[in-house]
């Protein structure tokens, strides 16, 4: 079946890089998502991968797919207090404008001054 | 690009009452639609999505339904809300990227609706 695995809480200290991870069981996904929540918000799309790449970079986001082992991670440099938020990694199943997502749980990334 | 208008922003409902939420979409057309949940501390559980209008599919059985009066329109209801209710309700649907690959679509939220259940 679908399901998407993410640790839940992630602490770093403000310019340091941060690392969050999701693992998920079903590989005919056809794209793969990084979304970011701020506190009461909805969610904003930050950066996605195509699942027959294994890597893709954006500014400070970098986003890394082992398919072998089913494994994404994204990985925020030079990370700053307003990256505090939920990240939720999702596949996508289905093609085009019609599918849907499935989401893991969510990681809190806390980030110190 | 698209707008999603969710309402109300917040609501509190005792239990046991009807629930009406609203989402409408401007800027695009036959767009297919979402109703996920949050509940507290935990992932979005994707509620219900349709494709067009008195279209809906059910993703879990629940005390909550779904309709689709209108093209934009996109509504989730109950008879008698349940203290498992209470949760952040957002409502989305699928949007190209500018610039990106044509076979590519993001799946684009609403504000949400935090509902408590007492």
């Known amino acids: 079946g679908e399901d998407v695995e993410q640790s839940l809480f992630l602490s770093v200290r403000e310019g340091d890089s941060s690392v969050i991870n999701c693992t998920y069981t079903d590989s005919s996904s056809t794209y793969l998502y990084w979304y970011k929540q701020e506190p009461g918000a909805g969610l904003q799309l930050l950066t996605y991968?195509?699942?027959?790449?294994d890597m893709k970079q954006d500014q400070r986001l970098t986003v890394l797919l082992n398919k072998k082992d089913k494994h994404l991670s994204l990985r925020i440099a030079d990370t700053q207090t307003g990256d505090s938020a939920i990240y939720f990694c999702?596949?996508?199943f289905g093609s085009g404008n019609t599918g849907k997502l499935i989401f893991g749980q969510g990681t809190t990334l806390q980030v110190k001054p | 690009s698209q707008t999603i208008h969710q309402w109300p922003a917040t609501l509190v409902q005792p239990v046991g009452s009807p629930l009406s939420l609203e989402c409408t979409v401007e800027g695009t057309s036959n767009p297919n639609l979402y109703w996920y949940r949050q509940a507290a501390g935990r992932g979005l559980q994707l509620l219900f999505y349709s494709v067009g209008i008195g279209q809906i599919s059910s993703e879990v059985p629940q005390n909550l339904s779904a309709s689709r009066p209108q093209d934009r329109q996109f509504i989730l209801s109950s008879k008698k809300l349940l203290l498992s209710d209470s949760g952040f309700y957002l409502c989305a649907s699928w949007q190209g990227l500018a610039g990106g690959p044509s076979s590519y679509n993001e799946q684009f939220f609403g504000p949400g609706t935090r509902l408590t259940v007492l």
């Open positions: 999702a596949e996508k």
């Open positions: 991968i195509f699942s027959n790449m």
